[in-house]
């Protein structure tokens, strides 16, 4: 088996939302199509891998750094002992002549490749990827189905409380029991008012997670922690700069709402410092490192490593990014679920179509790989880089 | 005062050199000329910047996010009080829109621009930049010269212990009193036989560092630094992982010998890191942070305020790269010293033309800004750039 050729290209998402530190509205990502010399129904198997949003697209680290050291590779080099393509080889292929440390950019690049190989490996098994991932690695039983909640609440202009409660019971409409707002982008005071509106409007059977986007400095951060204690929240997210451990600490010490973070980590090691210095409490607290941003899923498998050693359980890894990739993930490793965004970041956000959120939950496609086929908006992009 | 344009471009800086952990032979940088609309003698001044070796160039997220930002700004929304060009303002115009954390790859984007800003605003006010930055920042009075040492013995095909030590002696004749060699790129004991060959070649009265590039596990980190402890050396740099810092604190509390790492650490909050959980100690150890590779000058006086929160004295720094940039830092700022690597990665490596490091020292030109036109093999790089 051997990688035939690679395409890239670049794909707005542009979106006037904004969070509490960035406007959307230039944000692109990278695509890739890994096709290989394995015809099936007369065509030849591809991968396809694609970046979440929030950082952008990486062309030319792909043209001209990742890709060529892959496709320079040794053929035999990438093959695993049963001559199966393998992610972790190509991982290595990818990242030579790369140093160690400053982990962000080139962690997007590699993780767009490394998607797409493992929808070409299960592809090739004929299974759809958390069940290839699920009896590769998941000695405790993997499922069909992940836990999803719906993260919006973004600030626009124009939009005021009963807009953004509109949202939240669409959100509830359509079968999430768990939605997030956005924090910081106004006054605590507004903030509590848009928290109180919308724990009213979806009632107290389900629940409200709210996230400041790394913004707050500490006298903030912790001003927020106590005037949320008083709500039922589902957790608290990134009130900090994502690096600065010690205020995670002082945060999570002070927090009766579960604290998240960690969709702006972007290897095993930061992951492994945040674990060590971040005060995070593995009986309650959340872990969101994305495996579209960091080095793709060869990494990602590294930091679930690194999670077992300091005594963290799968099951607190509520991965950020909102797309198929990484629900793959939640139902074949046993993660606890997977970031939702409705209607935002299309195509590459949501998942397959026609498959309802039921209670919370929403099921995956029995397709091969990860069903980007079976998505009528996301299948014509890859259609289109590959001149079918 | 205004910018009036910004030209960029990518240049090789290809070796056959290689460290313990990549090779150089596809290494690039950026550079880049800030062109404002300040005349003198009939030209306009112009900023040049470039970034140091080890990371590659960043020619897409200059040319589609950092520069466009820039340019984009509103002139007055760059200026200080004073009606000059503020590298601070600029730092925040190029930073719009950019997520926190993932501090790589654009830490050198906006680290080859800032470079440029800090020559354009010394050119200005006609002054060497070291005279420039000493009299706005430091209050301990600033110099016009700088302690440097020579960064050389890589491994590369062919070269021998003969063959090291005549490189090394190239170095002690050129006037430098401090060498460092790399390791790690050979077993323990042909290092060790390398290491001694080098120190009786130099003799007691000059010093060698030696230099792991960050490729040791644990078990090989701890039995260097154990085997290291008999010879006097200068330091002992980037033994594990630069993310890992209880590693590194492991390997402080072990080694006799002073520590030296951080040229792997892109930003304020990653040395922040360094400083809280590392173990360094700042009566001994060494600080490596290259601004040209971590968002610039801006960037790295928020570093410096980190170390001081943290009672460390930037007399600790020695900054990585071999660039004049850093030198001008080195004097202005009152950094212990900078890196060199003599007739390595020219025309950027290297200081001004025709001056001579005297017993380890040496003296900054007296030209305005970096002095960069003082430098034969490299102003026609910005000369070409700008079509002069």
Redo the contacts between chains.
């Keep these: 088996m051997r990688i035939r050729a690679i395409h890239h290209a670049v794909v707005p998402i542009a979106s006037e939302i904004r969070n509490a530190?960035?406007?959307f509205?230039?944000m692109t990502v990278s695509v890739v199509a890994v096709v290989s010399d394995v015809v099936r129904d007369g065509k030849p198997l591809v991968g396809f891998g694609f970046n979440s949003n929030?950082?952008?697209d990486q062309?030319?680290?792909l043209s001209?750094?990742i890709l060529p050291r892959l496709l320079e590779a040794s053929p035999k080099s990438l093959l695993d002992a049963d001559g199966a393509l393998s992610p972790e080889k190509a991982w290595d292929a990818m990242m030579?002549?790369?140093?160690?440390?400053?982990?962000?950019?080139?962690?997007v690049a590699v993780g767009v490749v490394d998607m797409a190989l493992w929808d070409l490996a299960a592809k090739v098994e004929g299974k759809p990827l958390y069940q290839f991932l699920g009896e590769r690695y998941n000695r405790c039983g993997f499922s069909n189905q992940a836990w999803v909640y719906a993260a919006g609440g973004y600030y626009y202009p124009g939009k005021d409380i009963p807009q953004l409660v509109d949202e939240m019971r669409r959100y509830v409409d359509m079968g999430y029991e768990s939605v997030k707002i956005k924090i910081g982008g106004a006054p605590l005071a507004d903030d509590i008012a848009r928290i109180e509106a919308v724990l009213a409007a979806i009632g107290p059977d389900r629940r409200l997670a709210v996230d400041a986007?790394?913004r707050f400095d500490r006298p903030t951060a912790l001003a927020y922690a106590r005037a949320l204690a008083g709500y039922p929240l589902l957790w608290y997210e990134e009130p900090g700069?994502?690096?600065?451990?010690?205020l995670n600490a002082e945060i999570a010490a002070e927090s009766q709402v579960p604290v998240a973070t960690g969709e702006?980590?972007?290897?095993h090691?930061?992951a492994?410092?945040l674990l060590?210095?971040g005060g995070m409490r593995p009986e309650r607290d959340y872990l969101q490192m994305d495996p579209a941003l960091s080095y793709g899923l060869v990494e990602y498998r590294r930091t679930l490593a690194v999670l077992a050693e300091q005594g963290w359980s799968p099951g607190r890894c509520v991965p950020h990014g909102g797309h198929q990739f990484a629900l793959h993930l939640a139902a074949g490793l046993g993660l606890g679920g997977n970031e939702s965004y409705p209607g935002v970041f299309e195509p590459f956000g949501g998942f397959a179509d026609g498959v309802p959120v039921e209670n919370g939950v929403v099921r995956l496609p029995d397709a091969p790989g990860i069903g980007i086929e079976a998505k009528a908006g996301l299948y014509p992009v890859y259609k289109k880089l590959l001149g079918w």
Tied chains: 1, 2.
């Design positions: 530190y960035i406007s509205a230039k929030g950082r952008y062309q030319d680290i001209r750094r030579r002549d790369e140093k160690p440390g400053g982990h962000g950019e080139r962690s986007n790394g700069d994502p690096l600065d451990f010690e702006n980590i972007f290897s090691q930061d492994r410092n060590r210095y």
